[in-house]
């Protein structure tokens, strides 16, 4: 696996997340500085509430770490752990999620981004982390392999490039638009690739008054 060189800007860990969610979606908030909200991010704020206040407590071997600020100087990385667990000196990082106990790529990286901070703050391997999917009241695990780490090196490679770019992608209509928070500023029916004939008739109904 390469090294990254020094690095001159951070990127945020969510920003991560959006990026392999969707690069335009990424680029509308970090790029644009745009922000939206639906009743899908309302919920994943209220689970976050509790998750995000700095703190700690103690359950038998393990302290429970909430809210801890993540950075990492070899990755240009920075945000915060919603729960990192700490046993005998290793740390696991915990993040929740509101949907139902299925795997997803986009999570799976922010969660090893915040391992590979973890590993550099306390100079010791993490080997994995947990996804708690609130919906089902489960984990899940997620193994830091070599393959994990290295799409998630190159995810924060591909972002920094775009963010110094100042590079907005093309709409691209897809199902996962379905939900989405910037989906009125996005305006994939509009401007997206892959138009429907019915989308290409709500544009001409549109713009004809």
């Not at 997620?142 to 770019?165: D, G, H, Y």
């Not at 004939?197 to 709500?202: A, C, L, M, S």
Request: glycine share 8%.
């Amino acid at each position: 696996m390469s090294i990254p060189s020094p690095l001159e800007s951070e990127v945020l860990i969510s920003a991560l997340n959006d990026y392999i969610f969707c690069d335009r979606r990424c680029a509308l908030k970090y790029v644009e500085g745009m922000r939206g909200h639906n009743e899908h991010t309302t919920i994943g704020s209220l689970l976050h509430e509790h998750a995000d206040e700095p703190g700690y407590e103690t359950d038998g071997e393990v302290t429970l770490l909430r809210g801890l600020p993540l950075f990492s100087a070899r990755y240009g990385l920075a945000g915060k752990a919603d729960l990192v667990e700490m046993r005998f000196g290793r740390p696991t990082p915990v993040e929740y999620k509101k949907g139902k106990r299925r795997p997803f790529e986009n999570d799976d990286i922010q969660l090893c981004a915040q391992g590979l901070c973890l590993e550099e703050m306390f100079s010791v391997e993490v080997p994995a982390g947990f996804i708690y999917h609130a919906a089902s009241k489960r984990r899940r695990s997620v193994l830091f392999n070599e393959s994990l780490r290295s799409e998630t090196i190159e995810t924060i490679k591909a972002v920094r490039k775009m963010i110094a770019l100042n590079h907005v992608p093309p709409a691209v209509l897809k199902p996962r638009c379905n939900g989405c928070s910037l989906r009125p500023v996005c305006l994939p029916e509009l401007t997206g690739q892959n138009r429907t004939e019915e989308q290409e008739k709500y544009r001409r109904d549109i713009w004809s008054g």
